[in-house]
């Protein structure tokens, strides 16, 4: 009983036994409009929706850009029965100037209210292009997807929030209007996960530690699924049977992963590169000690879980004070990055060693930092004991998991199972994430 039909439907009992209703409850949120210039020979909104939920197949499109803000992730991934199997996935980077234009909008101090409009648009085009690029690259027919789902590209994430009528009010801003992907594709788009959650009173992060329990759980190991995109984040999951639906996974992010590392290359460079690869520079260099720890002093380490945090707390106002502290040093360019580079590794091992209830034995690793080879030394150094793989050995490329977190995602929506984890989140209840826009 591991099929993912299986899965979804006895993690939703384990946690909301109640809830027995699906996709007719969303009938009035979503309205009663036609598919159609007119009612008759077409089929309702509703109606289309109810026949993508009760396939037994389904063939979903992942989309993905996360804080480095490089690029579209996009996954392909065939849902059917005992396999979640993954025929396509693909980076499209994005243009120079455009990676400039949306890191702009990460900065309240340069963002405009004419930008964001206006790329929030665009940046639906070119999600849309995604999909469409790469089941041409491919050959996998574009109708031949059922649903897209998309994570969008986040530009502010407020979890700690402010407060209004006597009660805090998180928020979150991703931008890439599904509408336009919807409509580009015609495929029924998904989108928009975070806000629910934080309507529910959770920090809307981490997302994929409920895709990390269905790919990754073992009836014998203790695994921590290890991200380390612009900002790294675990999901620790305990032995169990999955067919029980349990869900008593631990996961948070655990600070900085490339984020901080990119910010100082850049620095460093003027410009000219915007990361590290394969962690060259690092290797070369020796991690300032003194420098480190005053940058383990930051508060958000000594948060307990739930938490999250992004280029609010370790943008680009932090990589220009660690400069600065750097270059007053007078470190040499290797000796700043491979300072960059130890702060993310010691923070994951202090995280793990501070934050879970037990040491994993298995770390799975994803997300950009995956490639930087100095990076995972470190992280070997720093955690001994724990056997390093990567999601690669699982069939799910490094750089494509968290696309591939949000087809899961975007599935469940779409059945309307609740798809956020509470215990992970701080959310006061299970919610379903996602709005649906339909398609063709």
């Known amino acids: 009983m591991d099929s993912l039909r299986e899965i979804i439907a006895a993690v939703r009992q384990r946690i909301v036994p109640t809830f027995s209703t699906r996709l007719t409850r969303n009938k009035v ?29 389904l063939r979903v499109a992942g989309l993905m850009s996360g804080t480095s803000a490089d690029g579209v992730d996009v996954a392909i991934v065939d849902i059917h029965g005992r396999r979640v199997r993954v025929p396509a996935f693909a980076t499209y980077p994005y243009r120079a100037a455009l990676r400039s234009e949306v890191l702009r909008l990460c900065r309240p101090e340069s963002a405009r209210l004419d930008a964001i409009c206006h790329y929030n648009h665009l940046l639906g085009e070119v999600f849309a292009e995604a999909v469409i690029r790469l089941c041409d690259d491919s050959g996998i027919p574009l109708d ?19 407060r209004y009528a006597g009660r805090v009010v998180r928020s979150t801003l991703q931008i890439g209007e599904p509408s336009v992907i919807a409509q580009r594709t015609r495929i029924t788009t998904v989108a928009d996960f975070r806000p629910r959650d934080m309507a529910a009173g959770g920090e809307g992060a981490p997302l994929v530690p409920y895709a990390d329990y269905i790919l990754f759980s073992d009836r014998r190991l203790t695994r921590a699924v290890q991200n380390i995109g612009g900002i790294a984040n675990v999901t620790l999951l305990p032995p169990g049977d999955r067919a029980r639906g349990s869900v008593d996974v631990t996961a948070f992010d655990t600070g900085p992963g490339n984020m901080v590392i990119d910010g100082t290359v850049r620095l460093i460079t003027k410009g000219r590169r915007a990361y590290d690869p394969g962690g060259a520079m690092a290797a070369k260099g020796t991690a300032d000690e003194e420098l480190l720890r005053e940058m383990l002093r930051h508060p958000f380490f000594r948060r307990r879980p739930p938490k999250s945090t992004g280029r609010e707390q370790f943008g680009q106002q932090y990589c220009e004070w660690l400069y600065d502290k750097a270059r007053r040093k007078d470190l040499m360019p290797e000796d700043i990055v491979a300072t960059a580079t130890a702060f993310t590794a010691s923070t994951i091992a202090s995280a793990y060693r501070r934050f879970l209830p037990v040491m994993p034995e298995e770390m799975i690793l994803c997300g950009g930092g995956a490639h930087n080879a100095t990076l995972v030394r470190m992280l070997q150094d720093n955690l001994s004991g724990v056997r390093i793989r990567s999601t690669d050995e699982f069939g799910i490329d490094v750089d494509g998991k968290e696309a591939v977190s949000f087809a899961i995602l975007a599935y469940a929506t779409i059945q309307g199972v609740p798809n956020n984890l509470p215990r992970v989140t701080g959310a006061s209840e299970p919610v379903v994430m996602g709005k649906i826009i339909p398609g063709r």
């Open 29 to 57: 949120i979503i309205g009663h409009s036609v598919n159609g210039t007119g009612w008759q020979g077409q089929m309702t909104v509703s109606n289309v929706l109810a026949k993508i939920a009760s396939e037994k197949s």
């Open 144 to 162: 031949s997807i059922d649903l897209i789902g998309s994570h969008g590209q986040t530009i502010y994430h407020n979890p700690n929030g402010g």
